[in-house]
């Protein structure tokens, strides 16, 4: 029997949609291209030591829709995701009942809206908390959340390697906390 998905609204604290993101110009491959070789590689992307990704549902090595991965995160948590979806620009990860967050995330290419012969990587997440626990650890603490960006914020520089292209500027990181009527916008980097 399939592991529940753990959507948002079944988290504890504030709802979170984040952003990495890193821009590219003269990348040696398409976007397309860039995408479906990161689909066929997603470990390869994460940081070992902080997110280390191990496929337990699926065959082969690229993705397709509806296998799943387990995560040794670092930290007390481990946790599974799904491919919910999946396009040739992109695709998208759901956690898992355990996973210490409640959502999704999506990865995708497309060309940079205004900067020619350039493209764009980002991560894009809408999650909280799995309980007030992990919340309290994640938010308060601040433990989870630096673990979590450096994942990412590697993540897209390694995509930005791959791609043989010209990096322009650091990674960039947008938070965006929703907390029963408040917004609050925070830019890392």
């Known amino acids: 029997m399939p592991k529940p998905e753990q959507p948002a609204e079944t988290g504890s604290g504030p709802h979170f949609e984040r952003r990495y993101w890193v821009d590219v110009q003269h990348a040696h491959h398409s976007a397309t291209e860039l995408m479906q070789y990161i689909q066929c590689n997603v470990p390869d992307f994460s940081p070992d030591l902080l997110a280390e990704f191990t496929k337990s549902k699926g065959a082969g090595t690229c993705l397709e829709v509806n296998d ?55 991560i894009h997440s809408w999650a909280r908390s799995r309980d007030g626990l992990v919340a309290f650890t994640y938010d ?19 995509v930005a390697s791959y791609s043989g292209g010209l990096q322009l500027g650091p990674v960039h990181v947008e938070t965006i906390e929703q907390a029963d009527s408040e917004t609050n916008v925070t830019q890392d980097a």
Not at 140 to 158: A, D, S
Request: glycine share 8%; proline share 7%.
């Open 68 to 122: 799943e991965f387990k995560i040794k995160i670092l930290g007390p948590w481990n946790g599974d995701v799904r491919v919910s979806e999946l396009g040739p620009d992109y695709f998208e990860l759901v956690t898992l009942e355990s996973h210490p967050e409640a959502g999704r995330i999506r990865f995708s290419v497309s060309p940079h809206a205004s900067l020619p012969d350039t493209i764009r990587f980002e």
């Open 140 to 158: 308060t603490l601040g433990m989870g959340k630096k673990v979590q960006q450096q994942t990412w914020e590697t993540f897209c520089q390694r």
